[in-house]
């Protein structure tokens, strides 16, 4: 086994804005250090680095790249059980909603929309997005949590 630590500190981060580190003391098998041993040095790279990447490939998927509307709703994804993901994940929206939707869409593309149907345009888009952006990362989350997500159409 070997153990690795890192300092609190501040990083660069990618967008510019400075990142707080923390300290972490892992217990490493000797066959998983020497594998990131071999890809720090194979990739000229740190192996703080390699350690990094290979913790957020196999962290749970971000919600923050999510257009912000949505984030708070994404990010409460991560805190529930895997049967209330299950539900989220499985999810259809209502044939009443997609019918209304898809009437809406074609007026607006005819350009003959009212204000106020382009309002509820609007509302319908967004709610798709979000209820789409939920089943994704829901499924997203199964998966990571270990579970066999079938494809999209069976879900």
Same mark, same amino acid.
């Given at each position: 086994?070997?153990?690795?630590?890192?300092?609190?500190?501040?990083?660069?981060?990618?967008?510019?804005?400075?990142?707080?580190?923390?300290?972490?003391?892992?217990? *490493?098998?000797?066959?998983?250090?020497?594998? !990131?041993? +071999? /890809? @720090?040095?194979?990739? &000229?790279?740190?192996? #703080?680095? %390699?350690?990094?990447?290979?913790?957020?490939?196999?962290?749970?998927?971000?919600?923050?790249?999510?257009?912000?509307?949505?984030?708070?709703?994404?990010?409460? *994804?991560?805190?529930?059980?895997?049967?209330? !993901?299950? +539900? /989220? @994940?499985?999810?259809? &929206?209502?044939?009443? #909603?997609? %019918?209304?939707?898809?009437?809406?869409?074609?007026?607006?593309?005819?350009?003959?929309?009212?204000?106020?149907?382009?309002?509820?345009?609007?509302?319908?888009?967004?709610?798709?997005?979000?209820?789409?952006?939920?089943?994704?990362? @829901?499924?997203?989350?199964?998966?990571?949590?270990?579970?066999?997500?079938?494809?999209?159409?069976?879900?």
């Amino acid at each position: 086994m070997h153990a690795i630590m890192h300092q609190d500190g501040v990083l660069g981060k990618a967008k510019g804005t400075p990142m707080t580190t923390h300290a972490v003391t892992l217990q *490493l098998p000797e066959h998983v250090y020497l594998r !990131l041993q +071999h /890809i @720090a040095q194979a990739t &000229q790279q740190s192996f #703080d680095a %390699v350690v990094l990447r290979a913790i957020q490939v196999g962290a749970p998927p971000s919600w923050e790249d999510a257009p912000a509307e949505f984030q708070a709703d994404l990010a409460a *994804l991560d805190r529930l059980d895997d049967d209330t !993901l299950w +539900h /989220i @994940a499985r999810r259809r &929206q209502t044939a009443v #909603d997609m %019918v209304r939707y898809q009437e809406l869409l074609e007026k607006n593309a005819n350009n003959t929309l009212s204000d106020a149907e382009r309002t509820e345009l609007t509302q319908l888009r967004t709610a798709a997005d979000r209820f789409m952006l939920r089943k994704v990362q @829901a499924a997203a989350l199964l998966r990571w949590r270990g579970h066999h997500i079938p494809p999209a159409d069976t879900l």
